[in-house]
């Protein structure tokens, strides 16, 4: 018992010691392929509309890049789960918004609830979805207005520049890999 109770703690503080380590180099790629890719997306906005119609670039996307740039392992980081959470739940808020427009209390959680299931129904979990759902129903009159378009632009538009960036940035160095689903690597490196 002592010595499983001794192998227990030598395990924890491994554990501890390895997860508050910094890797200066992965931190470093991961600050440009962020930067990259939502500075992108930022002067496309800027370039193409004025400040008041600020519909291209979504809070969604600032979730979306701390998991396909910070966490690139992760299976939620993955191509299939990043555009497909994006474009499900899209598309469910733009419906739920179109259906109940003026229902908040109920559309809100609607939107949101409806996508974290369709996601794991179509195996494509995004949490950043979560917010692309909600964004579609709390979002300001110009994307309101956007209807069906919002799934195509800003979100289908946008997560296609941050999945190129992230394959661009995040398969520069040989200890980042991405996507982590070899036959898609391969696939794409061809």
Known sequence: MKKKVKRSIR?????????TLVDYTENFWSFIGAFIGIGIIAFIQSFYLSKEENVFLIGSFGA????????IQSPLSQPRNLIGGHLISAIIGVTIYKILPEIIWITAPLAVSLSIVLMQVTKTLHPPGGATALIAIIGTEKIKSLGYFYVLSPVLSGVLILFIVALVFNNLTTFRKYPTDNKLTRFIMK
Do not use: C, H, N, P
């Open 64 to 71: 979306t890049s701390v998991l396909i740039f910070g966490a």
């Open 11 to 19: 395990v924890s503080k491994y554990i501890l010691y390895r997860e």
